[in-house]
T-cell receptor, first 118, second 110 residues
Framework: GAVVSQHPSRVICKSGTSVKIECRSL??????MFWYRQFPKKSLMLMAT?????????EQGVEKDKFLINHASLTLSTLTVTSAHPEDSSFYIC??????????????FGPGTRLTVT | GQNIDQPTEMTATEGAIVQINCTYQ??????LFWYQQHAGEAPTFLSY????GLEEKGRFSSFLSRSKGYSYLLLKELQMKDSASYLC???????????FGTGTRLQVTL
């Protein structure tokens, strides 16, 4: 099946610094990738939709200047949390859609990145 | 707006059957997914329904009624490893995004 990797799996950073998270589709080309945030014991909240070669589409309430998304190739999207604050601490999960698979809507999820801002 | 509801928690006994319900009110509906998520891990695909009816896949089955905005996931012969969160997600809008429900934490006991 389709595999999505995410790196790093855990990161601790200090307030005010920036952190980059990478999301890669390993065995398929993903024209669309998604970034989610998940709080403890809560469901996934979509932050933005990332399309290869174009600007990301952010959900209402998500600061695009704080959460920078780049989708430079069909297999790689990155999320950079800029000027991180403790309230940005969360579990960030990316997913990639394989348009050739099944329904064409299915998203394959990466293993997630646990970000802790001290 | 999009609204998807699931029970927050459920408990069931090993070997039993459990049904997890999901109701939705969305625009541009293109089907409904069920995902399983163990704590600290990524969601994994269980099922996708776009037409009304029951889809069976081993111990797991999923049902959809588009007219009622209702779906359920049926888990049979429960095992301890089935303890996890179960997320229903509707495909919505022109961008075909997934809108997730609140998730149901299932605890399987002996």
């Amino acid at each position: 099946g389709a595999v999505v990797s995410q790196h790093p799996s855990r990161v601790i950073c200090k307030s005010g610094t920036s952190v980059k998270i990478e999301c890669r589709s390993l065995d398929f080309q993903a024209t669309t990738m998604f970034w989610y945030r998940q709080f403890p014991k809560k469901s996934l909240m979509l932050m933005a939709t990332s399309n290869e070669g174009s600007k990301a589409t952010y959900e209402q309430g998500v600061e695009k200047d704080k959460f920078l998304i780049n989708h430079a190739s069909l297999t790689l999207s990155t999320l950079t949390v800029t000027s991180a604050h403790p309230e940005d601490s969360s579990f960030y999960i990316c997913s990639a859609r394989d348009p050739t698979s099944g329904s064409g809507y299915e998203q394959y999820f990466g293993p997630g990145t646990r970000l802790t801002v001290t | 707006g999009q609204n998807i509801d699931q029970p927050t928690e459920m408990t069931a006994t090993e070997g039993a059957i459990v049904q997890i319900n999901c109701t939705y009110q969305t625009s541009g509906f293109n089907g409904l997914f069920w995902y399983q998520q163990h704590a600290g891990e990524a969601p994994t695909f269980l099922s996708y329904n776009v037409l009304d009816g029951l889809e069976e896949k081993g111990r797991f089955s999923s049902f959809l009624s588009r007219s009622k905005g209702y779906s359920y996931l049926l888990l049979k012969e429960l095992q301890m490893k089935d303890s996890a969160s179960y997320l229903c997600a509707a495909v919505t809008g022109t961008a075909s995004k997934l809108t997730f429900g609140t998730g149901t934490r299932l605890q399987v006991t002996l």
